[in-house]
């Protein structure tokens, strides 16, 4: 049922004056600060008129925005200052997943597939998330712009907004526009100085779910989850996943209410930190015997994680870990048997750079364009939006395909069950099913095995990040002062033979990323990545 709720009432524009605030520059995955920052004084407002700014006109007025979030603590309130701000800078409507959930893939699916009443469709999105990072009065919040295609805002717009924050001086409200109701689902019309403006209320979930129902076989993986010998266990760490999970994998693929964990989302993510990674999602690691302690209790066959947002996943098997470069690579390899959307085959792949080169090995021997790219999802969206990659992914734990322009964690794991379900369907009354450590090993097996670690260090200082990325570009002049540095340390190391600062020329459009990574190769495939705002990652392949 659909309540309308009309106003008679006709809001009034103001504009307020305001002044800029330094460190309004958006990253890859957008502005992301304390919550003490973004509630401070116009901090929020300016970066928000900064992007309206931004964007074209047609872009703005007259325009359907989707504002919502993945939950996290000053969500709801900045909901309703971004409609204000929407009101009065001529946007026609403004869709809000109920009680302003929707996680970022759905977001993605929302401006790509939703068509409104009146046959009205989305042409962006402001997000409201920190991505994997913790929330709470003390923690983090963030805020993107997604742009009529489903992804994040190139450079291009990204550059234009942060010069706007940087000479903002007003921005548009509308004030006296009352608080939307954002915990029931209807429309509210109200009008304005440029005619009617309405915000609708819509069911965070159905539009998502009907899209994975148009890829996967639900049928086939609703076999694999009803059969006595498959076990099963999703953690969305209190994450917006929470929010899908029970309506994909208890009511449309029967999995028992028990299967899932953390599935309430949390404005705190219940105190803990929303990463889906060995050290953070500890109870699904425990459970699935992978905990430094022994359990009596059988593990799950299949385990799996998301972080905040829902965009990033993590997959394991009864006491084995899947490393994100493996699992795109394997995803890859079985997509066009074991997934109907995948039927007709791939249109090509890619990964990020710092991502292990198991997916190069699988492009080569299936004859596959492959494509490496910096890291941030905007690269692959331009790859798909051009018919160039059906399946990508990162090694931080992000996998996606040209569904949608955003990486999707709970479409991965649907294709991990897709794969289960293929290569058990005619086994499912067998003494043993094949298994997540079965297939990552046969895969390993055909392809080979790319060995890779990742090290993460946080609350670095800024400056002494940068002198020491500044070092390693200097470092790369002396090739055969590094060698005899490493082999001092180990002497079985391979030789470095090249060393560079990658750089990206899109093939659509010509645009050149610099800076995007400092890399040392290795004799024998193997490469060192360092990398900002991670500092340091280590990719191994051999």
């Not at 069950?417 to 067998?430: D, Q």
């Amino acid at each position: 049922m659909v309540v309308v709720e009309s106003k008679e009432m006709v809001f009034k524009v103001s504009k307020v004056s305001t002044t800029p605030i330094d460190g309004q520059k958006p990253g890859t995955s957008g502005l992301r600060k304390k919550v003490k920052v973004f509630i401070q004084p116009h901090y929020l407002q300016n970066f928000v008129q900064s992007t309206f700014n931004a964007l074209t006109p047609e872009k703005v007025r007259g325009a359907t925005l989707v504002v919502s979030g993945d939950g996290r603590y000053f969500s709801k309130d900045a909901i309703q200052i971004i409609i204000k701000m929407s009101a009065a800078n001529g946007v026609r409507r403004v869709w809000v997943g109920q009680n302003g959930l929707l996680s970022t893939p759905a977001v993605s699916a929302v401006i790509r597939e939703r068509v409104g009443v009146d046959g009205s469709k989305a042409t962006g999105a402001f997000i409201l998330t920190a991505s994997h990072n913790p929330g709470g009065p003390h923690e983090d919040f963030g805020i993107k712009y997604n742009m009529e295609n489903g992804g994040p805002a190139p450079e291009a717009i990204t550059d234009k907004i942060f010069e706007n924050t940087k000479t903002i001086t007003e921005y548009l409200i509308a004030e006296d526009l009352p608080n939307i109701d954002i915990s029931t689902i209807g429309v509210a019309n109200f009008s304005g100085p440029e005619g009617q403006f309405d915000v609708e209320v819509f069911d965070s979930a159905s539009d998502y779910v009907k899209l994975m129902k148009s890829i996967f076989d639900f049928e086939l993986i609703r076999k694999l989850l009803s059969s006595s010998k498959f076990t099963f266990c999703y953690d969305a760490l209190h994450g917006v996943a929470g929010a899908y999970a029970h309506r994909i994998f208890v009511e449309e693929l029967g999995a028992q209410e028990s299967s899932l964990l953390n599935c309430v989302p949390k404005e705190d993510f219940g105190g803990g930190h929303p990463d889906p990674n060995l050290t953070y999602a500890k109870e699904l690691v425990a459970r699935m015997g992978l905990g430094k302690s022994d359990s009596a209790v059988d593990p799950p066959e299949f385990g799996a994680a998301a972080d905040g947002d829902a965009d990033r996943n993590m997959i394991l098997g009864k006491r084995f870990f899947v490393t994100p470069s493996d699992s795109v690579a394997i995803i890859a390899a079985n997509a066009v048997n074991a997934i109907p959307y995948f039927s007709s085959g791939l249109k090509g792949v890619a990964r990020s750079m710092p991502t292990s080169a198991a997916l190069d090995v699988v492009a080569k021997n299936l004859n596959l364009k492959f494509f490496e790219v910096p890291t941030g999802w905007k690269f692959f969206g331009n790859l798909m939006d051009a018919g160039l990659c059906s399946i990508c992914g990162e090694e931080s734990f992000g996998t996606g395909s040209d569904h949608i322009r955003e990486k999707d964690g709970i479409w991965a794991v649907l294709a991990w069950l897709s794969i289960l379900a293929f290569k058990n369907k005619e086994n499912l009354n067998g003494d043993k099913l094949v298994t997540v450590e079965d297939i990552v090993r046969q895969h390993w097996a055909i392809y080979g095995r790319h060995y890779y670690t990742r090290y993460d260090y946080e609350n670095v200082d800024a400056g002494a990040a940068k002198d020491l990325m500044a070092y390693l570009v200097k470092l790369q002049s002396s090739l055969d002062e590094i060698n005899s540095s490493v082999k001092g340390a180990r002497s079985d190391v391979s030789n470095v033979v090249n060393a560079d600062e990658f750089e990206y020329k899109d093939p659509v459009d010509g645009s050149v990323s610099k800076h995007q990574g400092i890399r040392f190769l290795f004799e024998d495939g193997s490469r060192l990545v360092s990398q900002l705002p991670y500092l340091l990652k280590k990719c191994l392949s051999e």
